[in-house]
């Protein structure tokens, strides 16, 4: 099928094509969460495209394969998880811990087993007795032990799996008494994987936890701080490959006072004194808008998006953070965009005529498949086709401010979608997570894993922008994609 790329009706019958495949019942559930990008709406100056018509946020299909994560992924892996001076239980059979064990490459400063311990698995190891007669006294004794062993950790979380929820255990009143007996934090979080439709329903139960046993318990470390007139939070940011450290490089050069960042590098005493600022600057809008929200609400503390990717977006970050205060933030703000510009410049120069006109499809979790589109839009490349993993409805809305008309828009994307739509549209490349990228490297096309950055990084800041091109240059033009024919394409 020929195709030009920016043709919406080209897609569309592509989408088409794919769902030809299913029965009529699947193909009609799934055609809703499958369209292109429409034409913005007359006189709408904040969008480039509209892409809200993609239904989103609704379980996937039984027997249909899905690339979702589940609950206890977004509590454990993405909110909890990087707390360094926390240890995080898993609290189940030892399946999930250890699947999950490090595998974000959230980076952080301190002594592992010491006062750090996110590389770390604690899992209560669930045998068969414990499902049949509670794992509750098993827990208490756990936490005996961290208290004994780690005392310089500032707390624990449980982070619940899928049987705490079917038996019944009651995580709550372990943490209220062993609270009491060890004198530290203990958080309760009800993130069974099999709650709602994906990861997103364990952000907001990590939010909630953190408002309700951190926020409004008494006492802490992190409550005695005294604002300053500068103060802002970094939050949801994971730290990936050092992501957060560089973001915070330029929020501190413009003069900015960071105070608290969630969760990459942070500490429990961070997460307490965060009410405090003035300002809570949020990268990941779907993975912690909710305490944002809370903070907004009920401590008066504004927040804002905003998005280091790139730096068109780096610029434009800079300027609106830097205009909620005063005249000399909004100066330096000027100075630091001006001091880059002649990195920004040699990078450009150096990648953009390997990787200009190249297209892209993407398909990845909270914020990338819109906020990173300006980095590659930034090196003259191009979006083909773009989708998330668990985005809700707003999530796409926005998503109509980075991408143009006729771009191919998935959600909740199968493997069999995905694949379909890489081997018909063949773009120069593809970024998205683990389990798509062997596959996609076996079609003959280059992959970027976009969940953590394929051990590089970091991707935030002006310095990151760099480490960015480079790594899709590699990709994309790495001479190992003429040396080999497809199998079916060899001579007997």
Known sequence: MAKDLNDADQNAKLIEEVLSAY????????????????????????????????????????????????????????????????????????????????????????????????????????????????????????????????????????????????IGDDIEAVAKKKKADIGKTIVPVRCEGFRGVSQSLGHHIANDCIRDWVLEAEGGEGKNHEPGPYDVNIIGDYN???????????????????????????????????????????????SMNYICRHMEEKHGVAWMEYNFFGPSQIAASLRAIAAKFDQTIQDNAEKVIAKYQPLVDAVKAKYMPRLEGKKVMLYVGGLRPRHVVTAYHDLGMEICGTGYEFAHGDDYKRTGEYIKEGTLIYDDVTGYELEKFIENIRPDLVGSGIKEKYPTQKMGIPFRQMHSWDYSGPYHGYDGFAIFARDMDLAINNPVWGLFDAPWKKSA
């Open 240 to 286: 990936i490959g050092g992501d957060a450290w560089s973001s915070r490089i330029l929020l501190e050069e413009i003069g900015l006072n960071v105070i608290a960042q969630w969760s990459g590098d942070a500490t429990l005493s961070e997460i307490e004194r965060a009410p405090k600022a003035r300002l809570n600057l949020i990268h990941c809008y779907r």
């Open 23 to 166: 029965p009529a019942k699947a193909a009609k559930r799934r055609a809703r969460h499958l369209n292109v990008a429409q034409p913005a709406e007359e006189g709408d100056t904040e969008i480039v495209s509209k892409c809200d018509t993609v239904k989103s946020n609704i379980k996937s299909l039984p027997g249909v394969m899905t690339i979702r994560g589940c609950a206890y992924a977004g509590s454990k892996g993405v909110v909890w998880g990087p707390v360094k001076d926390m240890v995080h239980i898993s609290h189940g059979p030892v399946g999930c811990g250890h699947y999950s064990w490090s595998q974000r490459r959230n980076y952080y400063t301190g002594t592992t087993g010491v006062d750090s311990f996110v590389t770390m698995q604690f899992t209560s190891d669930f045998q068969e007795k414990d499902i049949v007669f509670g794992g509750d006294k098993k827990l208490e004794k756990i936490m005996d032990e961290i208290a004994e062993l780690f005392p310089l950790s500032k707390g624990v979380t449980v982070q619940s799996e899928c049987p705490i929820g079917l």
